[in-house]
């Protein structure tokens, strides 16, 4: 195989360089990604080079030397970083190795043609080398643009930083700098989510990205997601929906309308987090939603004085008494106040809830008609709940008197 190279060496250099140009043409008007890239004298020096480069590897696999794959890897390494296609790279690698072979032959053919026979068992041979060229062509790129994938993962994960962190430092971007780099408008509706990790770290991180729904730039770190929601014309109450496939808990900023407001918002976030229950069955928490909630949750210390000072006694009963009361309290709360209506909730006769509250009011010196003591009874109230470890479940009422029917509950809202 090396003798017959060498006896056509100067007629193939020759044809090579025709179909150099040819592939080269060929290139540029058939694959867009190379005509946005290349010019035609780079794209056709590159082709010759590679050409040439399938005869010297054709030549060192015959004397039983290993082919060089330098020229190759860093072809590879280069056309990633400059974002051409793979799948470009490797057409024009295939197309470059079966005009190699039609090269060959032709160059054989002219010289001799008879000699086309001892041609034959080189064809296994090229085919292997420009197998090796693919190959570590396609290594490279993977490699390169697996690095390059992380590079970008770090520089969005900072300027997602810089702008959900503040107090960015002085050589970063600003907020209007970071969000311009994340393609964010200087202006619009934006708010932040802020989950929870999940209890089973195990369980495969999960994007909610339904058509339609607001864009989400996640922030994953290792005590939870955080997430900047850009709005646009979608209301607030839609990050619910888009977070209903995650099985976690949630809180959600108010609406902001910058992105050096967004620091804030996600402070915020956290916050409502907070006011989310931790049992019970996963739920997104709107901080404008559970503001007294919110207010406890920001005062950790003063939440524990409420706690004891407005409902002490009612913490000191038993356990099953203190939970049942406890239990009527949320429960009247959550219905704005309406015995009835939380009477259907607990299952039990509007009278026995009434009995209760009325046994809360005793012991705790408040008085459900006064204003004031409602506000430090729910505030109260959802000290306690954050300040449980678990949240208990509603336990069932006591029958109901004899002659009474029962009513069917009201299903949530």
Known sequence: MERIIEEIREDLTRRIAVAADR???????????YAALLGRTELRERIHHALRQGVEGLVRTSRGLPVDLADARATGTLRAEQGLPLTSLLRAYRRGGRLLWQTLTEAVASYDRAALPRLLPGAPVLWDVLDQMTDAVSESYRRTEAARADRDRERRAALLDALLDGAAATDGPTASEAAARLGLPERGRFAVVVVAAPDDPSRPAERPGATGAPRVLWRVRADGETGLVVLG???????????????????VSPVVEAP????????????ALRTAPASGGPRTALLDEGLPAALVAAQAELAGRLRRVVLGPVLALPPEDRRLLLTTLGTWLDCRGST???AQRLYCHRNTVSN???RLEQLTGRSLADPRHVVELTLAHAAVVQGAAAQSPTPPCPPTPAGTVRRSPRPRG
């Open 340 to 342: 009835t209506s939380a």
């Open 233 to 251: 014309h979608h209301p607030l109450e839609s990050v619910r929906d888009l977070l209903a496939p995650l099985a976690v808990r949630a809180g």
């Open 356 to 358: 209760r509250m009325r």
């Open 260 to 271: 050096d407001q967004l620091a804030g918002a996600h402070r915020l976030a956290a916050l």
């Open 23 to 33: 592939l080269a043409d060929r290139t540029l008007a058939e694959d867009p990604a």
